[in-house]
C-alpha cells in the first residue's frame, strides 16, 4: 500500500545536538511538506519542497533545515538553534505542479520530539 | 498566520446525533478542506470542495461552502464514537494556488459519546 512513513515515532533532544526526522513516501507524489502542530493548535508549515532539489522556507523555519535529494525523501533537522523544539511534526505529500490547483495532502502518522 | 478559525473548539455529542463544525477564513480560496485528526496520528483527508461549489456531500459528511461570508461548516450526520477526533479546516488563500500550500485553522474537538 502507498504511503507516507515517519520515523521515528518519539524522538528525545538534549540541550545543543541536533536531530534528524525522516519522511519517506511511495505515491510517487513530487510535492512534500513539514508541519509542527503544538498541542491543542493548527498546524503550521516549517520547509516544503515542489520538486527534488529545490525547497522553500514556509512560516516557521527558523531553527530548522531540510533536504530533497530523492523524490521519496524529505528529512527534516531541528538544529540546535530551534530553542523551543517540543512539538509533534507532521510530514505531508501532495501531487505538486503535474496536479491540479486543488489538491488534497496525504500525512504520515508525525514524530513527536521532546527535550531531555 | 492561520487562515481558518473553526467553532466551536470543543463539541460533545451522543452518539446517532449530528455534529456540525465552522471554518471562517480570511482571503479568497481556490479551495477548502475538510481533515481529520485521531489523538497521536497524522491527518487524513475527508472532503475537497471548490470555490465555485456551494454544498459537497460524501456518506455522512455534508460540506456548505459561502465565498460571499467567507465561511464553510461540516456536518457529520448519525455519528457515531468512531467519529471522535479533532477536525481541521484548510484552505491554499492566498498563495493563488501556485504552490499547493494549505494554511489549516486551529480545529475543533469532536467528542462522540456512546
Known amino acids: 500500500d502507498g504511503g507516507i512513513t515517519q520515523s521515528p515515532k518519539y524522538l528525545f533532544r538534549k540541550e545543543g545536538q541536533n536531530v534528524t526526522l525522516s519522511c519517506e513516501q511511495n505515491?510517487?507524489?513530487?510535492?512534500m511538506y513539514w508541519y509542527r502542530q503544538d498541542p491543542g493548535q493548527g498546524l503550521r508549515l516549517i520547509y516544503y519542497?515542489?520538486?527534488?532539489?529545490?525547497?522553500q522556507k514556509g512560516d516557521i523555519a527558523e531553527g530548522y533545515s531540510v533536504s530533497r535529494e530523492k523524490k521519496e525523501s524529505f528529512p527534516l533537522t531541528v538544529t540546535s538553534a530551534q530553542k523551543n523544539p517540543t512539538a509533534f511534526y507532521l510530514c505531508?505529500?501532495?501531487?505538486?505542479?503535474?496536479?491540479?490547483?486543488?489538491?488534497?495532502?496525504?500525512f504520515g502518522d508525525g514524530t513527536r520530539l521532546s527535550i531531555l | 498566520s492561520q487562515q481558518g478559525e473553526e467553532d466551536p473548539q470543543a463539541l460533545s455529542i451522543q452518539e446517532g446525533e449530528n455534529a456540525t463544525m465552522n471554518c471562517s477564513y480570511k482571503?479568497?480560496?481556490?479551495?477548502l478542506q475538510w481533515y481529520r485528526q485521531n489523538s497521536g496520528r497524522g491527518l487524513v483527508h475527508l472532503i475537497l470542495?471548490?470555490?465555485?461549489?456551494r454544498e459537497k456531500h460524501s456518506g455522512r459528511l455534508r460540506v456548505t461552502l459561502d465565498t460571499s461570508k467567507k465561511s464553510s461548516s461540516l456536518l457529520i450526520t448519525a455519528s457515531r464514537a468512531a467519529d471522535t477526533a479533532s477536525y481541521f479546516c484548510?484552505?491554499?488563500?492566498?498563495?493563488?494556488?501556485?504552490?499547493?500550500?494549505?494554511?489549516f485553522g486551529t480545529g475543533t474537538l469532536l467528542a462522540v459519546q456512546p
Open positions: 505531508a505529500s501532495s501531487l505538486g505542479l503535474r496536479g491540479t490547483v486543488n489538491q488534497p495532502q496525504h
Open positions: 505515491l510517487n507524489h513530487d510535492a
Open positions: 519542497s515542489q520538486i527534488v532539489n529545490d525547497f
Open positions: 482571503t479568497s480560496i481556490n479551495n
Open positions: 470542495i471548490r470555490s465555485n461549489e
Open positions: 484548510a484552505t491554499d488563500a492566498g498563495y493563488g494556488g501556485a504552490t499547493n500550500k494549505l494554511i
